[in-house]
């Protein structure tokens, strides 16, 4: 059945997606995985330009690790992608991560380079910015209402297949908060989402 962006919309938490792509897979050596949703996100580009859907999910494993399930939408274009948080990387401004920033502390730089651990083992990967998206309307079941910044970046280094990278930034560079997300698009086919009762 063919799926269109109102099949990834609206969902809850408590709700459960289901991931059936190669690397879920082989991380849990299961040919499907159901992860319940724990927070609801949405981010809208105020010209309409885009909105996403972010579904935070609960990994049934003993560290319980979050991942960001983000169904990216162009208007009837969307493209399913699943991430993981790069902790050392996320957390509050200003500090070290302050090196995401340029000099005035008002832009994403181009350019960055990140140390990511795969299965082949830890290794610097340069991360070249693609686009910049600033005062984004976002939304949030955990955090509340209020704007963001997104900055795109992709890589052709070895990382273990997750090419693409986001930054969020909240706030300023002197009072704020970014995450670093690492992630890859995965087939319409490979996800699923069920509404809980």
């Known amino acids: 059945m063919l ?3 109102a099949d990834f919309a609206g969902f809850r ?3 459960i997606i289901t991931l059936s792509d190669l690397q879920t897979q082989t991380d849990y050596n299961k040919m499907s995985v159901d992860f319940p949703i724990r927070e609801v996100r949405t981010y809208a580009e105020p010209n309409g330009i885009f909105k996403h859907y972010g579904y935070m999910v609960e990994a049934p494993n003993d560290a319980h690790d979050l991942y960001l399930i983000l169904i990216r939408t162009t208007k009837d274009l969307f493209e399913p992608y699943v991430f993981c948080k790069d902790v050392g990387a996320s957390g509050p401004l200003p500090g070290n991560l302050i090196a995401f ?3 005035a502390g008002e832009d994403f730089i181009p350019r960055f380079e990140a140390q990511v651990t795969d299965q082949s083992g830890t290794h610097a990967v340069t991360w070249d910015k693609q686009t910049s998206f600033y005062g984004v309307d976002f939304k949030s079941t955990v955090d509340g209402d209020g704007m963001c910044s997104l900055a795109e970046y992709f890589t052709n280094d070895e990382n273990g297949g997750n090419n ?4 969020d930034w909240k706030g300023t560079t002197q009072k704020g908060f970014v995450e670093t997300w690492y ?3 995965i ?4 996800i699923a989402l069920f509404r809980k009762g």
Request: proline fraction near 5%; charge should be negative; aromatic fraction near 10%.
């Open 101 to 103: 920033f340029d000099e």
């Open 3 to 5: 799926k269109k962006t």
């Open 187 to 190: 087939k319409n086919s490979e």
């Open 183 to 185: 992630g890859c698009p």
């Open 13 to 15: 938490v408590g709700d």
């Open 164 to 167: 693409y990278c986001m930054l």
